[in-house]
């Protein structure tokens, strides 16, 4: 089945430690994007890629880094985590990144920073 | 720049009664708006989304949403709810950014439904 998916599906972290969350589609689309999603808050973009090889930052960069190097993964990892990183992450992509584009999102990872 | 407004964050309804989620928006620029649903322990999937045309936009499941540029509103409706519409909605408006899309949610409004 065609879709996103990502790993862990949750996590339990001590502080100060790197932790990469994994995210691959199949559906070939072009542009990839991580959020959090924080209760009352939303969901807050922190990284997007237009093609495989770009990067930018979103709202809330800070403490996070990605990369993509091929089209179907666009891993996220926490340098060094902190409590204010617990949260929920949401891997998504759309075809072309364009405005009209719909978001495809995957099921989630669940962090807890201890 | 752009922001969404979710009017209410929780709405408890009964089960077959009707029911409208409020968003109100902010864009300087054209308007694309976007009605996504969360339900429990998954991810966001599109419910429906206005680009142009028709301001009235037909989505999954039964739900629809009205675009009123003048009242800068993009609320969504459901003639009768079932308790699967138990879930949370976010609204979004989309934008571009450094050559990307950015999509700006809303806060999201939990729909409750009551037997």
């Known amino acids: 089945i065609a879709g996103i998916t990502q790993a862990p599906t949750s996590q339990i972290l001590a502080a100060g430690r790197r932790m990469t969350l994994r995210c691959t589609q199949d559906m070939r689309h072009n542009a990839m994007y991580w959020y959090r999603q924080d209760l009352g808050l939303g969901l807050r973009l922190i990284h997007y890629s237009n093609t495989a090889g770009t990067t930018g930052k979103g709202e809330v960069p800070d403490g996070y880094s990605v990369s993509r190097a091929n089209t179907d993964d666009f891993p996220l990892t926490l340098a060094s985590a902190v409590p204010s990183q617990t949260s929920v992450y949401f891997c998504?992509?759309?075809?072309?990144?364009?405005?009209?584009?719909?978001?495809?999102f995957g099921p989630g990872t669940r962090l807890t920073v201890l | 720049a752009q922001s969404v407004t979710q009017l209410d964050s929780q709405v408890p309804v009964f089960e077959e009664a009707p029911v409208e989620l409020r968003c109100n928006y902010s864009?300087?620029?054209?308007?694309?708006l976007f009605w996504y649903v969360q339900y429990p322990n998954q991810g966001l999937q599109l419910l429906l989304k206005?680009?142009?045309?028709?301001?009235l936009v037909k989505g999954i499941n039964g739900f629809e949403a009205e675009f009123n540029k003048s009242q800068t509103s993009f609320h969504l409706r459901k003639p009768s709810v079932h308790i699967s519409d138990t879930a949370e909605y976010f609204c979004?408006?989309?934008?571009?950014?450094?050559?990307?899309?950015?999509?700006?949610f809303g806060q999201g409004t939990r729909l409750t439904i009551n037997p």
């Open positions: 206005y680009l142009s045309g028709s301001t």
């Open positions: 979004a408006v989309s934008g571009t950014e450094q050559g990307a899309q950015k999509l700006v």
């Open positions: 864009s300087s620029v054209s308007v694309y």
């Open positions: 998504a992509s759309s075809l072309t990144g364009a405005t009209t584009d719909t978001q495809y």
